[in-house]
């Protein structure tokens, strides 16, 4: 039965994807004896046959478990104990019994994600519309009138031209694969579809994870507005006594630092050997010289985190206190302890628990710089320096991105991270309380479109 499954799923793609090639249809079957029987795989079914059969009949599939197999005994079985569980699929909904690595498995992921993320109610009967019709996947019936509705329109996944379990296995690797991320290259090869097609996909994805947005930010607001609850204020920084922790009041609740970092720099050779002079600092290397446009070319993130917590990411423009003080009002509560480096001095009138460690401390020698300008009496900024090292990293697979289209990276990359952290229930049910229940995140109402996705912000300064 389950083969009959996967082949009609993959006739059905074969009926989506443009390029229809014959040999896409189940024509690579394998035969292989196992102990005089006959087995016949297709492709979707190995990974689910690996779990049943003999080690030696695996190593006849796959060259490298004939090493497996010298050393361990024949016939022996690989069992997962720990079955793979998508982060995508809500605590209340239990595991599915398909192998990952089938169409069917991603069908019913993609299922299990617009029912949590992006829920149907019945207009008329108020109630979930928990009905399906199973000939045409997109449609949500009501238990009680039996009315339908499309489950994807008005969702980013409208109008996809592909078929829908390709929405799961989209986001189900994006969350697995985070820290790292998968471009849009890598879409195209691994189902095999147009750039075209794999870049909507991708788009798509991110779109998804902005909708969400606001969501997590209110989640991390009120994580540390609740772990700082009538918590007594840091002490002041001491220079003289360097042991002198201002973490003593708080104990060891982990506190949220800033930081901010240049994704993609001009250099002075994009600039045409010209030095800068119009910006300063980190500000000065994203934008090209006056004489070239002066236009933005870099990105720079401010990355609000703590220690083994989730991570806000923004693009800023620049450094100044109009462009950050929003978007750090937004994410931390009101004199809620707060680690930045001297760069934003300005705080302290807003939070009287923000303390700032200087990166350029002098050493009392008088030659170079101190090594304690790390960390200053427990005030650092190394949780978020290693996010943005990360974020450095898991970047240069898209090797360069627009600075207007910057905000959607980010914020789909600090949305898997959300996910690991506090878990696909917690997402959507913030968002619940947050749009009121049984509602879907909209696009137009958080400024998201999905065809102008321009940041004009970007080009004031
Ligand atoms: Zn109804």
């Known amino acids: 039965m389950l083969r009959q ?120 009967c108020n109630v979930k519309m928990t009905g399906r019709v199973s000939t045409r996947s997109y449609v949500a019936k009501c238990p009680k009138c039996r009315k339908h509705v499309s489950r994807i329109s008005h969702t980013p996944f409208a ?82 006594d360097i042991n002198k922790r201002v973490t003593t009041p708080v104990g060891n609740r982990p506190i949220p630092q800033s930081d901010s970092v240049v994704l993609f720099s001009a250099k002075e050779r994009s600039n045409k050997g010209r030095k800068r002079f119009r910006h300063h600092g980190q500000t000065a290397s994203i934008y090209l010289t006056d004489s070239l446009g002066g236009r933005q070319v870099g990105v720079m993130v401010q990355t609000t985190t703590w220690k083994g917590g989730p991570a806000l990411y923004e693009s800023i423009p620049n450094q100044q206190t109009k462009t950050i003080l929003p978007i750090i009002q937004r994410q931390i509560p009101k004199n809620t302890p707060f680690f930045t480096d001297m760069g934003m001095d300005w705080l302290k009138p807003y939070n009287r628990n923000h303390r700032t460690v200087n990166h350029n401390l002098q050493s009392k020698r008088g030659t170079g710089k101190s090594r304690r300008r790390f960390q200053q009496n427990g005030i650092h900024t190394q949780a978020a320096e290693g996010r943005q090292g990360a974020l450095k990293t898991a970047f240069r697979a898209y090797r360069y991105i627009k600075p207007e289209h910057s905000q ?54």
């Open 5 to 124: 499954n996967a082949s009609g799923n993959i006739q059905r793609l074969a009926q989506y994807s443009e390029r229809q090639n014959a040999g896409f249809e189940i024509t690579d079957s394998m035969k292989m004896g196992v102990s005089g029987q006959v087995q016949t795989f297709t492709r979707n079914q190995t990974a689910t046959q690996n779990r049943e059969i003999p080690l030696a009949a695996q190593a006849a599939l796959h060259p490298k478990i004939r090493l497996a197999s010298a050393i361990g005994k024949t016939g022996a079985r690989t069992v997962l104990r720990n079955p793979y569980r998508s982060p995508l699929i809500p605590t209340t909904v239990q595991n599915l019994s398909v192998s990952p690595h089938s169409h069917e498995y991603y069908g019913q992921l993609t299922d299990i994600i617009l029912d949590s993320f992006y829920p149907s109610t019945c207009s008329s």
């Open 159 to 240: 109008y996809l031209k592909l078929p829908l379990w390709t929405v799961g296995w989209v986001l189900d690797q994006s969350a697995t694969k985070y820290p790292q991320v998968i471009t849009g290259a890598e879409i195209k090869r691994c189902l095999n579809i147009s750039e075209d097609a794999a870049l909507r996909l991708k788009k798509r994805v991110q779109v998804f994870a902005s909708q969400h947005k606001s969501a997590v930010e209110s989640l991390f607001y009120s994580e540390l507005k609740k772990r700082f609850h009538k918590s007594k204020d840091l002490l002041e920084p001491d220079k003289k």
């Open 408 to 461: 959607l990276y980010l914020n789909e990359y600090s949305f898997f991270g959300a996910l690991k952290y506090y878990g696909a229930e917690r997402i959507t049910s913030q968002n619940q309380s947050l749009l009121g229940q049984n509602q879907r995140p909209k696009t137009k109402q958080q400024g998201w479109g999905l065809s102008g996705m321009n940041f004009s912000t970007h080009n004031q300064y």
